[in-house]
């Protein structure tokens, strides 16, 4: 028995020790201590680290960045964790310091504390260990172990509390809710300490790129010399920072003490970059469409999808996760409305239920800012990929397919649609949440209303319905607005092309009223949408009175009970739901308009490329035969039944010249074409061994310094870059320019000459150092002193070893060829050497005939004797005149362009942008522009009081509810159903008439301003257009107009709106809790703070965005107009590295922007946040009956949007901000310099001046800068006589012209027409005076018509008599429409001789006394020169013709001859007494001519 009694008592004193283990203080205590010496180990082990960080330096470089597998989610993780310990440590204070305290309590607080502070450590190290580069192999041992126990005590804990419940032993719920959590998690961190290896990342560091080993390599490193070499701290920002977006910091502090430029903006993450992301997009691409059928807008889509799909899922879970936690607080409401009326379920409900709508809002925020971050991550990538893929795409279409789209068609791929698709991020997941949003209101509105819920569905979606149709409206407005907009927008970028020739025939206010009348149409649009725009705001603001009035009276006819707390529920959830209503019919637009853009970008990724098998490459010296062509047969439109070339046999051995001669149209381009491989074949075969150079008929020069456009991407080789220049008699021209080869040349080579732009694109060829050369005649643009040296240092020298094919229209460099093709009607006619061919046909025949009839004016002189002089001379031509000698390098006779700006700087600058705060001049001018800002006070006003109604109308709700249903309502039913009604009808017509009043405000203001812009435009000087790039015109005409059309009135009133919305907000709450005034305060200014912080860096990267933008547009625009001369080169991979680092340095200040605003939004969320919890603890801290239950849960309703609406306040300064730069730019562009009058009414000419067309130059002077470019330049010509000019490159003939013109204003001297000074009258009266047919021969998009007589003041007889006189009016009558025949962009369905010949039609029916020729005839044949000058000589036999030219025939035939040196007179008399005057420069330049002409036909 005493054995058994000692075993009883034995049992008894275990069973007590076991409970001790049960107890709560025995488990946190043993916690806590845990935790403890975690925290220690982890000091001991940073301090160890540091130690032997500071001992062994070792190199800090790494080829490969490894991070241990899962390192984010486990950070993720540890931060959850240390989270939830904050909460719980705060909630166990909170309550216990209300409700006393114990041991036990003691202890549990204590072991949330220690926690804390363990896993704060276990954050701060695993953030300090693995965000550096080093190599990591595993987590630390330590952790590793330390996970493993904190799983075991965690499950050991679990089980406790399951054995406690078992047994009904009553614990805190609390302790179940942290040991499920700890298990769970404790579970994530064994299985990944344990199991996790690490993983490679790729970056920037990888060894390929390191050496340059790859074409990436060169992109990345050319994109870290045009930006700041750092990689976004992103890309190795830890959780914390993540979360916060503190990464952001550094560039925003760096932002606030200086001027952002594109250097600060960091590189963008290798997978954010398009280097990184296309290879990846292209995988997915090429997998979609394995069996090859082509790319489908579906194929497409699944491509960007798989791409993407990881951030796609992510955003969707936080987008979840946003929309669950927005509703928390409508559905916590109403209980809270009880617990204030004093109906409280259990003790401190109240600290739970602020606790949960704390938490929720946390949520929310948190959640939110990471998924709107992520969304614009992805659009931006998904938006580079698409750009690079049109870019390449745009480099392979063959012909045929660019013919179907005009390059701005293309660039609008680009520009509209790749940014659409975009764009589009921000709406993918909005039809599914849209969804969870009415379902999740309907739930709520169910458990507080019963049944009446359904008149909830059914005015939700009668709202939805209702917006339908306007979205239609919409749509369809917005792409009428879009297609009008592209038509106005191609027709401006081929009129500022063009800016020159209308300014020098006076046509450009005509051209301004035609794009005037296409902004009309756009504009009948736009008011269309603005107008629909108005009804669908009116919608958006009516839809929640709508919907709460239908449902308070389906409660009143259910005879459901309405209390204070169900109503303020209920209002809440219709709060969210009016956003949900709005967005439905912006979702299902957006999706058909990004279904038009993937449709669009699809069909344009199946256009034809040029067919790949044209030419059969043959390795390089495989073969004797560098070009060979059988029975070839080629068309540029496949479907024609004609055949461009027919026919074609040709055999080309290594090192021979050959030349292609023939009349206009004979097909002598296409030939260089199918050897190019862009004609496509029909038949035959064409071999080809070697690499080739091109050299184009119409040059192709890039925007950027001349000596890339020579390189062309090769590495510098000084000597055979001096050889070059030299060649190409480029070193005098250099020597001109202020800057040598470093000189920028503007777009299209706007500040070269003809000739100089020809002569560098004959050097760029000659540095690839090619087997075959293909010259496409490259003489017609320069003199002709330079084409023989160019052909005599180029042909016959540098390329004497190389296989040469030119095409010419110069007969004298016909003898040289070791292979002659005559050409006509697509076929080779003759083929042979010169003496065999000659009298073998009529072809050649006919050209050598026209050319000998040119050189017959030369019989008037005896030019033997100086060609004798000349030859024995040697090879430069030697100079006598005034008894100096001086030798000659460059005798250029070519248009010489104001091509140099000066010392100051280069012609093309880094464009415009204005710097720091946007002043407030500028909101000034535009909210004063529409009828000097009256509408703006009425538009506040009706806003006002539309708050007043909207505040009013939730406070009657709210005040004549009941705060039970056993408490008797203060009004009736039917009352409150009324009074509401009212002021929701007040509200809605206070909401139409401010969208009507600002809808109108706007359009107004967007009309002036453009019409402002494109008069300021239209009226600058020609020196404008030379040193602005079209992009930057384009740029504000296009993006800029449209953010002020659609984007700049909405958001400038929304910035006025959502300010008296937030002070209504404030002065509700304060109204129950005015502590939250006083708290507001400081809060509002923290928010400026940050806000003003925020905008320097915004409003910098904001514009650099709008600067990046045009390099990107203007480089693929040049891409499209050369990609031949691309291709023939193989240049295709440099480009398209080139437009991937233009499109990463338009992405990064992209992505930064989005990352500085949700930096931005955070931290008000954040205070906000902060804000409403303290005014939640001081209504639960105020004594029962001191405040109405109902006007307090109004004002709780209110703080729920607080965070929402406060953020959307800062949010809304900051894009005003950065959207008014649009505002600034065009006002930029509104106060341009103009011209002088077009029309002085008190001196304007007779309608016959000139009457004899004498124009009397009197010691004129111009100098843009210094020096002077014409000296005081002083002669005379006379009335009715052909005049001359030449001279040599810089010598001031086009400037000559230009004063002629008044292209640019005299600084000293006049020039007298018949009498009249052209200084004092009107710049059209001057201009309509005289007639011009210029170098470049240029023809507009339209008809023939259009084209002859564009301000319509002939009749079609007087049209068609001066096509015939120019032999163009058989041509046009075999064409089907004639008169109104089509002309495509650039003239481009014409040859270059017919786009000449219709310049000079256009001179006969203006039938002016003065005509100006300038290098009128560089681009056409000896034929068609001498039917252009016989032309001349019939109809203009009693005018003045000056003419600037480069074949000497046109200017012998001139009465007099000008030669002009450096700006004054050298010479100037009648050719024959010239030509009598041996030592004459201009007797040594004819003799010159006559030597290369002559001996061409001396084998006759």
């Keep these: 028995m005493k054995l058994f009694a000692s075993e009883s008592s034995l049992l008894m004193s275990s069973a007590t020790s076991f409970d001790f283990f049960l107890k709560p203080i025995f488990l946190h205590g043993l916690y806590a201590s845990l935790h403890l010496v975690l925290l220690l180990s982890l000091l001991v082990l940073w301090v160890v680290n540091r130690v032997n960080e500071a001992g062994g330096e ?86 590793r172990i330390w996970w493993v126990f904190y799983f075991s005590i965690s499950c050991y804990c679990l089980v406790i509390d399951v054995v406690l419940d078992k047994k009904h032993v009553s614990f805190p719920s609390l302790y179940l809710v942290s ?86 903006v960091p590189q963008l993450d290798s997978s954010d970059s398009v280097v990184g992301a296309l290879p990846n997009f292209r995988n997915r691409l090429e997998s979609a469409d394995s069996e090859g059928s082509g790319v489908t807008t579906l194929k497409l889509v699944k491509a960007l999808f798989f791409s993407a799909w990881k951030d796609i899922f992510w955003t969707a879970l936080l987008a979840f996760m946003y929309t669950v936690a927005s509703y928390v607080g409508p559905y916590i409401i109403g209980t809270f409305v009880q617990y204030l009326s004093g109906r409280r379920e259990f003790k401190n409900e109240g600290y739970l239920l602020v606790t949960a709508f704390f938490i929720a809002k946390l949520v929310e925020c948190i959640s939110q800012r990471r998924w709107f971050f992520k969304l614009q991550q992805v659009g931006l990538r998904l938006r580079a990929v698409l750009v690079a893929m049109i870019y390449n795409k745009g480099l392979t279409l063959s012909c045929q397919s660019k013919q179907s789209h005009t390059s701005g068609e293309i660039v609008n791929f680009m520009t509209v649609d790749a940014e659409r698709v975009g764009d589009f991020s921000w709406y993918m997941h909005e039809l599914w ?16 209303l019963g049944l009446a819920c359904i008149a909830t569905l059914v005015t939700t979606v009668l709202s939805m319905l209702a917006n339908i149709p306007l979205g239609k409206m919409l749509e369809k407005f917005q792409d009428k607005l879009m297609e009008s907009k592209d038509k106005r927008m191609k027709a401006t970028s081929e009129i500022l092309r063009n800016m020159r020739i209308l300014k020098l025939q006076g046509w450009e206010m005509k051209f301004l009223s035609k794009i005037i009348g296409l902004r009309n149409v756009e504009e009948g649009w736009l008011k269309r949408f603005v107008y629909t725009n108005v009804m ?61 853009s993937l449709d669009r970008i699809a069909s344009f990724l199946q256009l034809d490329d040029l067919q790949p098998d044209v030419i059969e490459k043959l390795p390089r010296g495989s073969s004797d035969t560098a070009i060979e062509i059988v029975d070839g047969n080629f068309s540029w439109d496949l479907s024609s039944s004609s055949a461009t070339l027919k026919d074609i046999n040709l055999k080309v051995c290594h090192g021979m010249r050959v030349v292609v001669c023939g009349t206009v149209g004979s097909g002598k381009s296409s030939l260089l074409s199918c050897i190019l491989g862009e004609l496509p074949k029909i038949s035959g075969t064409l071999k080809l061994c070697g690499t080739k150079a091109y050299v184009a008929q119409s040059p192709w020069i890039q925007s950027g310094k001349i000596e890339e456009n020579i390189l062309f991407g090769k590495e510098m080789d000084r000597e055979r870059y001096d050889r070059v220049l030299e060649a190409c008699t480029l070193k005098k021209d250099l020597e001109i320019l202020s800057f040598g080869d470093q000189t920028i040349i503007g777009e299209r080579g706007i500040n070269l000459s003809g000739g100089q732009k020809q002569r560098v694109q004959i050097a760029r060829a000659l540095y690839q150092d090619d087997d075959i050369y293909l010259f496409d005649d490259p003489f017609s643009a320069v003199d002709a002193h330079t084409g023989s040296h160019l052909f005599k240092e180029v042909l016959l020298g540098i390329l004497s070893s190389k296989t040469v094919i030119y095409v010419t229209h110069q007969v004298e460099f016909l003898p040289a060829a070791d292979l002659i093709l005559v050409m006509k009607d697509g076929r080779i006619t003759q083929a042979g050497k010169y003496n065999d061919i000659l009298n073998s046909g009529t072809d050649l025949m006919e050209l050598v005939g026209a050319h000998k009839k040119a050189l017959s004016a030369l019989d008037i002189v005896d030019a033997g004797s100086i060609s004798e002089k000349i030859i024995s001379e040697g090879d430069g031509a030697t100079k006598c005149a005034n008894g100096k000698m001086e030798k000659e390098e460059n005798q250029g006779n070519e248009s010489g362009k104001v091509d140099d700006v000066g010392p100051k700087g280069q012609l093309v600058q880094e464009e415009e942008r204005e710097k720091g705060k946007v002043g407030f001049s500028v909101y000034w001018k535009y909210i004063t522009t529409a009828y000097g800002g009256a509408l703006v006070p009425l538009i506040l006003l009706v806003q006002i009081l539309f708050q007043i109604f909207q ?231 105020i004594p029962e009956g001191v405040i109405d239950p109902a006007i307090a849960g109004l004002a709780v309703m209110y703080g729920l949007n607080l965070n929402i609406l406060q953020t959307w306040v800062v949010w809304t300064i900051c894009n005003m901000e950065n959207k008014i730069i649009s505002v600034e730019r065009m006002l930029q562009y509104s106060n341009i310099p103009s011209e002088p009058a077009l029309v002085i009414e008190s001196n304007r000419p007779d309608r016959s001046w000139p009457y004899h067309g004498e124009v009397r130059i009197l010691d004129l002077q111009y100098a843009p800068h210094m020096p002077l470019v014409l000296r005081g330049l002083t002669c005379t010509f006379l009335g009715g006589l052909k005049t001359g000019i030449v001279g040599r490159t810089g010598s001031g003939k086009s400037t000559l012209m230009q004063t002629l013109f008044r292209i640019v204003e005299p600084a000293a001297g006049q020039i007298i027409i018949d009498g009249v000074n052209i200084s004092s009258i009107g710049l059209h009266d001057l201009r309509s005076r005289l007639s011009i047919i210029p170098q470049d021969p240029t023809m507009f998009e339209g008809t023939i018509r259009s084209n002859l007589d564009p301000l319509e003041e002939n009749t079609d007889e007087q049209i068609w008599e001066a096509l015939d006189k120019c032999q163009l009016g058989d041509g046009v009558r075999k064409k089907e429409g004639r008169l109104d025949s089509s002309v495509n962009e650039n003239g481009e369905n014409w040859s270059m001789g017919q786009r000449q010949l219709v310049c000079l039609a256009r001179v006969l029916l203006k039938k002016n006394k003065i005509l100006v020729l300038d290098e009128a005839t560089a681009s056409v044949d000896t034929a068609t020169d001498n039917l252009i000058q016989t032309t001349l000589r019939e109809h203009f036999f009693d005018c003045t013709v000056i003419t600037i030219a480069h074949r000497i025939t046109s200017v012998l035939d001139s009465d007099m001859v000008l030669l002009l040196s450096h700006g004054l007179v050298e010479e100037y008399d009648f050719p024959a007494r010239l030509l009598e005057n041996k030592s004459s420069s201009f007797a040594q330049l004819v003799a010159e001519y006559t030597v290369r002409s002559k001996s061409s036909l001396a084998t006759e």
Excluded at 226 to 255: E, R
């Design 58 to 143: 070792g190199s800090k470089e790494r080829l490969r960045q490894r991070k241990v597998f899962w390192y984010k989610q486990t950070l993720a993780c540890c931060f959850i964790v240390l989270a939830f310990n904050i909460v719980l440590c705060f909630l166990s204070y909170f309550y216990w310091y209300r409700n006393g305290w114990s041991e036990d309590k003691l202890v549990t607080l204590s072991d949330y504390a220690v926690k804390t502070l363990a896993w704060g450590a276990t954050c701060i190290y695993l953030q300090c260990q693995f965000s550096k580069s080093g190599e990591q192999k595993k987590f630390p041992f330590l952790l």
């Design 433 to 448: 949440l849209i969804a969870l949003q009415v379902a999740l209101a309907l739930l709520i509105l169910y458990k507080n």
């Design 536 to 596: 669908s705001s009116f919608v958006f603001w009516v839809a929640p009175s709508f919907v709460s009035v239908a449902t308070f009276s389906a409660c009143m006819f259910l005879r459901v009970p309405l209390d204070s707390g169900k109503v303020l529920s209920a209002l809440a959830t219709f709060k969210i739901l009016q956003g949900t209503i709005d967005s439905l019919p912006d979702t299902v637009s957006m999706i058909a308009q990004t279904k038009v």
């Design 951 to 1181: 505040i009013g109308s939730n406070y009657w709700m709210a005040w004549a509810s009941p705060v039970s249903s056993d408490v008797k309502p203060p009004v009736g039913s039917f009352t409150l159903i009324i009074v509401y009604l009212a002021l929701a009808i007040g509200s809605a017509i206070s909401v139409l008439a401010r969208a009507t009043l600002l809808n109108i405000a706007g359009y107004k203001t967007a009309t002036l301003l453009f019409e402002k812009m494109h008069l300021c435009i239209f009226r600058a000087p020609m020196s404008f257009f030379d040193s602005t790039p079209s992009g930057r015109i384009l740029n504000r005409a296009s993006t800029d107009q449209s953010a002020v059309d659609l984007n700049i009135p909405y958001q400038v009133g929304s910035f006025a709106f959502s300010v008296i919305h937030l002070l209504g907000i404030i002065v509700v709450m304060s109204q129950v809790a005015w502590q939250t005034f006083i708290i507001s305060i400081p809060v509002i200014a923290t928010c400026i703070w940050y806000q003003q912080c925020y905008i320097s860096s915004a409003r910098e990267l904001s514009r650099l965005v709008g600067v990046c933008k045009a390099p990107v547009i203007q480089h693929f625009a040049e891409t499209i107009s050369g990609a031949t001369t691309i291709r023939s080169f193989d240049q295709e991979s440099r480009f398209q590295e080139t437009n991937m680092i233009l499109t990463d340095a338009y992405s990064r200040p992209k992505f930064h922007i989005a990352g500085a605003m949700e930096w931005l939004c955070f931290r008000p969320d954040m205070l906000t946040s902060i804000t409403f919890a303290f005014s939640l603890f001081f209504l639960i801290s």
């Design 179 to 264: 040991d499920v959590f700890s298990v769970v998690t404790g579970l994530f961190l064994c299985v990944v300490g344990l199991f996790g290896r690490n993983e490679g990342e790729d970056t920037l560091l990888e060894e390929p790129l390191l050496n340059g080993g790859s074409s990436v390599g060169k992109g990345v490193e050319l994109s870290k010399k045009k930006g700041g070499d750092a990689v976004t701290p992103y890309s190795n920002a830890g959780i914390f920072s993540i979360l916060t977006f503190s990464w952001m910091g550094p560039l925003i502090a760096a932002g606030n003490e200086k001027t952002l430029d594109l250097e600060d």
